[in-house]
C-alpha cells in the first residue's frame, strides 16, 4: 500500500515537472553594487574597472521551510502505514550548486507484526508477564516518538544549463550528520491494564495470511501503548528521557518554483543509526522465516534505520538580495555578455587606411590619395573651385567661373575687364590713360611670428594708401615669402592679408586692386614686398593653405 503511494505522488510530481520546463527569466544585474556586501566590493570595483574578469557573488536570500509526510522505522517489526512526520528547515546558499541547511524533524512511527512467536520474548513484554501460558505468544508493536536536529549539506543538480537562462524547478541531492532523540512504547496490556491473551489469534505461517492475521489483531488490541519498550539502559546518552544517538543520512530532492519567493518541494531522506531498538525489538537469527532477515546469527546486531518522505513549502527572505543561487544560472550572465555587451572590454577596431587620409579603405573612393591631400569624406581629393584641378595641385585654389578653364597647374586666364575694353577701343591703350607710373612701393617689416602692424607700419601703409588713390589704372602686387614649411606658408599668408585687409579695411581701397601672392621664395621672410602688379595676373583673394596653422592678432 505504501508502495503504491509513493509512486502515485512520485508520477504526479513528474509530470508537473514536465510541464514546468520553460524560462523564467534572466540573471541579476552584476553591475548593481547595492547587492554586492562590503566584503566582496574590492573585488566588485575592480571587476567594473576591468581589473578582474570575475563579478563579485551577490547577496542572496535565505530560505525557510515547512513540511510534513510520512515517517516511517525500518526495523524488526513491520511498520504500519500511515505514520505522520514533519519538520522545518533553514537554508543558505554558499554557491551556484552548493549550500548548508539546518532541520529539525518530528515523527511518529508505528509498527505490527504478523507474525507471533514464544521465544526470543524482550525483557519489556517478560516484565508484563509474557513468556508464560497463557501468555506464552506476543505480537510484537511498538510506537516511537522520534526527532532530530540535523546539519546537511545540499547539492543542486540543474540550475546550471547551457540552452536556457533558467528552469523553474530544481534536482538536489542530501546528505548530512545529525543527532536522533526517541522515545519507544509497546501495547503489552489492555484497557484493564491485564496482559492481552494472544492464544485466539490464527497464526500465519505463510506470507498471504498476514492480512487476516493483522485484522485479528487489531481487533484485539487497543491505542494505549503504555509500556516503555526495552532499551539499553545508561549504555546510552539520554535527553529529556529520550534515547541520544547520533545519525548519518542522506536522500534527495525536487522543488518547483512557484514565483522569486515561494517554492513547493517534496523530497526523501533516509537516516541511519547505531542502534538496533527504534522499533522496541531487537534483531534475533532465530526468528527464521522473516524474509527481511534472512541472514545473521543470534543476538547479532542488525541496527534500524528510518525514513523521511515529506511534501513543503519554501520561502525565501531578504531584502536587495537575489534569489538563492541555487535558483539561479551562473551561465546567464556570461551567454548575455557575449549576445549584447554592456560591461565587456571590447579592443579598439583597426581599419587599415592604405593611404593614411584618413578615411578607411572599405570607404574610400580614391584609395591612393597623395600624402597630405586634402580629401572629402570618402577619400576623394577635394577641389574646392571645381576646375578639375585637385587642391594639392592647385596653385590657384580658387579661380573664378569666367576664368576657367584653367591649365594643368589650375590657373585660369580672366576675360579683360569691360573698363580695359572701353579703352583700349577708345584708342587710349597704348597713352597715358593706359599706364601705371606709381613708382616704387615701400615694404613692411615684422618682427618673431607676429602678424600684426604696429603703428609705424601703419603709417607707411596709409602713404602706400595715398599713392594708390592717385593712380587708379594701378593694381598693386602684395607679397609674401616663405615656403620652407607649411607653418612658414601659414606665416606668409597671414601677414599679406593682414597688409590687405588693413588698406582696403581702414584706407577704403578695393579689393579688386591688389594680387594676393604668398609663400613666394627668394625674399625675406619677415617683409611683405608691396610692388606695381598692373602687368600681372593673380586673385585678390586666396584660402588659407593650412587653416589650423593661423595665427591670430
Known sequence: MAIKKYTALIGLLCLLASGSYAQIGTSYDVQDSSLITRKRLPQHNEFMNNAYPFPAKPRNQWEVGIKGGLFNIFGDVPTVFPTFG???????????????????????????????????????????????????????????????????????????????????????GIVGL???????????????????????????????????????????????????????????????????????????????????????????????????????????????????????????PDYDTYNYFTVGANFNLGGKSTEPLYWMNPLDYAYNELNAPKHMKLPKPILDDADGDGVTD???????????????????????????????????????????????????????????????????????????????????SFTGRTVSLNNDSKAVLASVAEKIRTNPNCRIAVIGYGESSKSAQQLSWDRVNAVINYLVEQEGISADRFIFKYGEGGGDPNTVDLRDGTAEEGPNAVPAPHPNLRRRN
Open 178 to 300: 545529525g543527532a536522533s532523540w526517541y522515545k519507544t512504547n509497546i501495547n503489552a496490556l489492555n484497557d484493564g491494564g491485564n496482559p492481552y491473551n494472544f492464544s485466539s489469534i490464527t497464526v500465519a505461517n505463510i506470507y498471504k495470511e498476514r492480512k487476516e492475521t493483522k485484522n485479528q489483531l487489531k481487533d484485539l488490541l487497543d491505542d494505549s501503548y503504555e509500556t516503555p519498550a526495552e532499551t539499553d539502559g545508561d549504555a546510552r546518552a539520554k535527553l529529556g528521557g529520550n534515547t541520544l544517538l547520533g545519525n548519518f543520512h542522506f536522500g534527495a530532492g525536487m522543488a518547483f518554483r512557484v514565483s522569486p519567493r515561494v517554492n513547493l518541494a517534496v523530497e526523501n531522506r533516509f537516516t541511519v543509526t547505531k542502534n538496533d531498538l527504534l522499533d522496541g525489538q531487537r534483531w534475533q537469527a532465530a526468528r527464521t522465516g522473516n524474509p527481511e532477515r534472512p541472514f545473521g546469527s543470534i543476538l547479532t
Open 86 to 172: 514533519g519538520g522545518i528547515h533553514v537554508r543558505k546558499a554558499l554557491g551556484y550548486m552548493f549550500s548548508l541547511r539546518g532541520e529539525f524533524m518530528y515523527g511518529v512511527g508505528k509498527g505490527l507484526s504478523w507474525k507471533g512467536r514464544g521465544s526470543g520474548i524482550n525483557k519489556a513484554w517478560e516484565a508484563e508477564g509474557y513468556g508464560v501460558a497463557p501468555f506464552g505468544i506476543v505480537f510484537d508493536n511498538y510506537r516511537t516518538v522520534m526527532k532530530d536536529l540535523n546539519l546537511q549539506a545540499i547539492i543542486s543538480f540543474n540550475n546550471i544549463r547551457f540552452h536556457q537562462a533558467k528552469s523553474n524547478w530544481n534536482a538536489y
Open 362 to 444: 572599405q570607404f574610400d573612393l580614391e584609395p591612393n590619395t597623395p600624402a597630405n591631400a586634402p580629401v572629402d569624406s570618402h577619400g576623394v581629393s577635394k577641389d574646392t573651385d571645381g576646375d578639375g584641378v585637385p587642391d594639392f595641385k592647385d596653385k590657384e585654389l580658387i579661380t573664378p567661373t569666367q576664368c576657367q578653364p584653367v591649365d594643368a597647374d589650375g590657373i585660369g586666364k580672366c576675360p579683360e575687364p569691360a573698363c580695359c575694353k572701353e579703352l583700349r577701343e577708345g584708342g587710349f591703350i597704348g597713352g597715358s590713360a593706359s599706364q601705371c607710373n606709381i613708382g616704387d612701393l615701400p615694404s613692411i
